[in-house]
């Protein structure tokens, strides 16, 4: 009779959960299952596209020297014809292999198979995956209702890591 292989979930995960963009990254911090941490990065860098991948580097960088993870989730970008999308393509590529040079797992999951996971509806907006990460996380809820647009879609980015982070843990405890 053959012998069922049990898979067990490593323990000391510290993940790195991203939501990249070309001018602002949201990010998120899991230490096995609790959100240490979470944040929005902005891109500063103008000109041209060396430069602005030197900063992409140096902030991944300052990442895995401030959290040692060894597990990074990336948002996979959607697919557009424009020059902003093919640089995200660009930066997703060498956050990918600067992960891979520091033996990190690297996972991918696009934003609507996140919302299916987290929420259980690939169709949930932004604002019902805040909602829902709310309910998770309480210290997340002073960001959920901002007071302008801007501020809102701003917020919405650490939002959209957390929600990667959460997808991450729930799929490796499904195969667990």
């Given at each position: ?5 049990k ?6 995960q510290?993940?790195?959960?991203i ?16 959100l240490?941490?979470?944040?929005v ?17 140096k902030?991944?960088?300052?990442l ?8 990074l989730v ?16 660009v ?27 987290v ?25 959920l ?7 809102e879609?701003?917020?919405?980015h ?18 667990s």
């Open positions: 009779m053959p012998r069922k292989i898979h067990k979930k490593p323990k000391n510290r993940i790195l959960a939501d990249p963009g070309t001018r602002y990254w949201g990010i998120a911090i899991f230490r096995d299952n609790d240490c941490d979470s944040m990065k902005v891109l500063k860098t103008k000109g041209s596209p060396r430069k602005r991948l030197e900063e992409v580097k902030i991944f960088l300052s895995l020297n401030n959290y040692a993870p060894n597990v990336l948002e996979k970008p959607f697919f557009f014809w424009s020059k902003q999308s093919r640089f995200l393509d930066v997703v590529e060498e956050v990918k292999s600067l992960a891979r040079k520091n033996k990190m797992k690297v996972y991918e999951y696009s934003p609507r198979t996140a919302r299916k996971i929420c259980g509806d690939g169709n949930a907006s932004k604002k019902d995956t805040a909602r829902f990460l709310t309910t998770v996380y309480p210290d997340l809820h002073i960001w209702n901002q007071d302008r647009r801007y501020k879609l701003y917020w919405g650490m939002f959209d890591a957390v929600g990667l982070g959460v997808c991450y843990l729930k799929k490796t405890k499904e195969q």
